[in-house]
DNA sequence: ATCCCTAATGAAAGCGGTTACATAAGAGAA
DNA sequence: TTCTCTTATGTAACCGCTTTCATTAGGGAT
C-alpha cells in the first residue's frame, strides 16, 4: 500500500482513542449529533479540533454512497454566458455542502459522453448545460445518476428554462416603437433551443406588428460570425437587428463600425444575456438571461432531488427581461446609409460622408448590476 | 447503510465470480495486468466488460491515497482570464486522466482557505491561480498538498509565471515610435504581482526612452474601474495608455468615447491577455498572456511533481508578446483633443467640434487566433 | 533427484468512515 | 419491585478496491 503523498492526516480511530470514546460515537458526533449526549459530542468535537481532524470525504462517500460532489458540464468554459452560468451553479453548490467538479466538452457530443462516464462514480449528480449530445445518450446518463439540464427540453428529465421569448418580444416592440419597420433576426444553428425560442418570439410579435423580419442563421454563435453576416444583415433592408446572443451582437456592432455606421444611430442592436452588455460601446440593449441565476437554479434543483427523490419533476423557468440601454434609438430616416465596403476590403477608400451622431444617451450608473470583471 | 441513489453498479467481486479467479486477479488485471499470464488479463477483462464494470474510482482513492483529481482555485470565473486559463488546465488534466474541481474563491482570501480545506483529501493536488491569500496560509496548505501557484513568486513552491515585463517594454517602445511623449500605466492594486511587474516594466522602458511615465493604480481591475479613471488619466496630459488588462482597457476605451475621443487617433490604448482583445472596436493591441497556456503548464507541473515527488522545483516562465492592432498609432499633434466632459454629465452640451478620424486600419483577418465564443 | 528461483494466483488485511445490531443504564408504569 | 421502553454508546460488518504475504507449480542448475 503506498503512503499517501504527504503527512496522512488524524483519523476517526485516533480522536476515538484520544476522546475515551468508539469510533461509532465520533462518526455520530460528526454526522448525526442529535443521537448523542451533548457533552459528549461536545467532547468529542473539541479533542478533534485539537487534533485537526476532519472527516474524509473520500472514505465517507465509499461508505454511504453519497459523494457531495456534483459535475457541471459545459460546452466552452470560455464563453462569458458559460462562465457566467458556471459561477452561480459552483457558488450555490459551495452554499450546500458540495463540491462542484468542471467538465469541459469542447462543444463535442463524444466528450461530453466521456466526461459524463468518468465523472459518474464520483459525483451524486450532474448539471448538464446546453448539451450537445443526442437525447438518447443523455438519458442513458440520466438514468444512472441524476442529472438536470439546463436550456434543453426532455420530456421527463428535470432542467431548467432560460424564457427569453417575451423580453424578445418586447425587444420587438421597442424597436417598433422606434419606427423601425423592417428587423432582423440574427440566430445560432437551428439545434439551438434557446435560438429557436428566440427566433420564434421575434417572427411572431414581428408579424402581429406588421414588421417584416428578416432571419440570418449564423453557423457559430460567435463574435466572428456576428461580424461577418452584416452584409448579408443589410441586404435584407432592415434597420434593427436582434441577435441570439451579446457576443454575436457584439460581432455585429463591429461588423457595423467597420462600414461606418454608428450605432444607434444608423442602425439598431439588441443581444441576450447581459453578460457582456455594459462593457460594449454604446452599453449593449439586451434581454437579461439571468445566466448564473439558471445555473444556481439547476443546482438547487439537483440537489433537492437527491433528498426527495420521489419529488416530481420541477421545470423551473426563469424569463428574462429587455434591459435598453445605449444601442437602440430611431430608425433612421430613409433607412440606412449607404454604406462604404468595410475597411479591411477597401482600405484606401476615403471616409466620406460618414455622420457623427448624436452620442447615444448611456444610462448613466444604472447598467444594472454589472458581473465583476476584475484582474489577475 | 443507505443504498447508492441508483442502480449499483457490479463491483470487482462480481467479476471476479464469473470469471472464476480471486478479486486480486481482476483488480491486477486492470492496474499491473504485467503480474498477470495474459489469457487471465484476456478472460478478466472480457467478463468485465460483458458485465459493465468500471473500476470505481473512489474505493480505489480510499485505498491507494491518490485520486486521480486536482482543483483548480481561483478568484472570478467570469473574469475572462481566468476563464481561459482554467480551460486549458481542465483540458490538460483530462488527457493526463485527471479530473478538475473548481473553486471560485470570490476574490475573497477566507473563502480561498475554506476551499483549500474543503478540497484537500479529495484531490492530489491543487492548482492556486493569482491567490489572494497570504504567503503563510498558502504555505500550509502546500505542506499538506502539492500545490502549484500561477503568478505569484513563493521562494521554494512550485510556480508559473507569464512574464508580461518584455512584451510591455515592446509596447512602450511602439508608442515612442508613433511619437509619444508622455504615456501612462493603468495598473490593478499594489498586491497584484503581475501588475507590479508590468509597472516596472513601462516605467524603465520609459524612463530609458525618455518619456514621462504616469501609473495610475485603479481600485480593482475592472471595465469600471478603467471607464472611471480616463478624467485622471487625460490629466496626466498622456496621449497613450497602457491597461494591466484587457478589460481595463476596455474601460479606457469606453470613457474616452464618452468623452468623444477616438482611438487611436486621439488616444493609443494597449492591454494585456488577449482575451477579449479581438472583439472590441477597433480590436486592442495588445500583449499576449497566453493564459490557456499557463493553465496547462500548471498542471504539467503539479502531475509531473505527483509521479516525481523529489523533482526539483521548476518555474516556467511564460513569455508575453506583443501583438499590435488597431488602438495603437501616432500621438495626436498638439495632444489630446480638448475633450468635452463625459456625455453622462452633460448630455445636454452640443457635439461640439467632433473629429472623427479617419478609420484605423484593423488588421484584417490575421487578429491571431480568436477564441471561440459560442453560445447556446 | 534435489534445491532454488521465478511466475502466477489467492487469501486476507487494510484504507477511513457509516450503520445495523447489541448492550447497558435509567425512567416510568404496573 | 419488576418489567418495559427509551436513550446513549459500543461492536463489528461492511463500502469496493489495493497490496502484502503466502502458496503453488514449474523450470533450470547441480
Chains 1, 2 share one sequence.
Not at 102 to 118: N, R
Not at 171 to 182: D, E, I, T
Request: hydrophobic share 40%; with cysteine; net charge positive.
Amino acid at each position: 500500500m503506498v503512503k499517501p503523498p504527504h503527512t496522512s492526516a488524524p483519523t476517526i480511530r485516533l480522536v476515538a482513542r484520544e476522546a475515551g470514546v468508539s469510533q461509532a460515537t465520533v462518526s455520530r458526533a460528526f454526522s448525526q449529533p442529535e443521537l448523542l449526549a451533548p457533552a459528549t459530542v461536545e467532547k468529542v468535537l473539541s479533542t478533534a479540533k485539537r487534533l485537526g481532524y476532519v472527516p474524509n470525504q473520500v472514505a465517507r462517500a465509499l461508505s454511504t454512497g453519497r459523494t457531495h460532489n456534483i459535475a457541471l458540464i459545459l460546452p466552452d468554459v470560455a464563453n462569458p454566458f458559460f462562465s457566467a452560468l458556471m459561477r452561480g451553479a459552483q457558488a450555490q453548490a459551495y452554499k450546500r455542502g458540495y463540491a462542484t467538479f468542471l467538465g469541459d466538452s469542447d462543444e463535442t457530443a463524444s466528450l461530453e459522453d466521456l466526461l459524463l462516464d468518468k465523472l459518474a462514480v464520483q459525483v451524486d449528480g450532474f448539471v448538464l448545460a446546453s448539451p450537445r449530445l443526442d437525447e438518447e445518450r443523455i438519458r442513458r446518463h440520466a438514468g444512472r445518476r441524476p442529472l438536470v439540464v439546463i436550456n434543453r427540453e426532455l420530456e421527463g428529465i428535470e432542467r431548467v428554462l432560460v424564457d427569453t421569448a417575451s423580453g424578445f418580444a418586447d425587444a420587438v416592440k421597442l424597436l417598433a416603437g422606434f419606427g423601425h419597420r423592417v428587423i432582423a433576426y440574427v440566430g445560432a444553428p437551428r439545434s439551438s433551443w434557446s435560438s429557436q425560442q428566440r427566433a420564434r418570439a421575434v417572427c411572431e410579435t414581428g408579424a402581429a406588428l406588421g414588421l417584416k423580419v428578416a432571419q440570418i442563421d449564423a453557423a457559430r454563435p460567435s463574435h466572428e460570425a456576428g461580424r461577418a453576416c452584416v452584409d448579408q444583415l443589410l441586404n435584407t433592408g432592415a434597420t434593427a437587428a436582434l441577435a441570439v446572443d451579446d457576443v454575436v451582437a457584439q460581432g455585429i456592432m463591429a461588423g457595423l463600425a467597420d462600414r461606418g455606421l454608428s450605432v444607434p444611430h444608423d442602425f439598431s442592436v439588441i443581444g441576450c444575456d447581459d453578460i457582456i452588455a455594459t462593457t460594449t460601446y454604446p452599453p449593449l440593449t439586451t434581454v437579461n438571461a439571468y445566466c448564473g441565476l439558471a445555473g444556481a437554479k439547476a443546482v438547487d434543483l439537483l440537489l433537492n432531488g437527491l433528498s426527495e427523490p420521489a419529488a416530481p419533476v420541477d421545470t423551473p423557468v426563469i424569463v428574462g427581461e429587455l434591459i435598453v440601454r445605449g444601442t437602440t434609438g430611431p430608425a433612421p430616416q430613409g433607412g440606412v446609409p449607404n454604406a462604404g465596403a468595410p475597411a479591411d476590403r477597401d482600405p484606401s477608400s476615403p471616409t466620406t460622408s460618414r455622420r457623427r451622431p448624436r452620442r447615444p444617451k448611456p444610462e448613466p450608473q444604472a447598467a444594472g448590476p454589472s458581473s465583476s470583471r476584475k484582474s489577475i
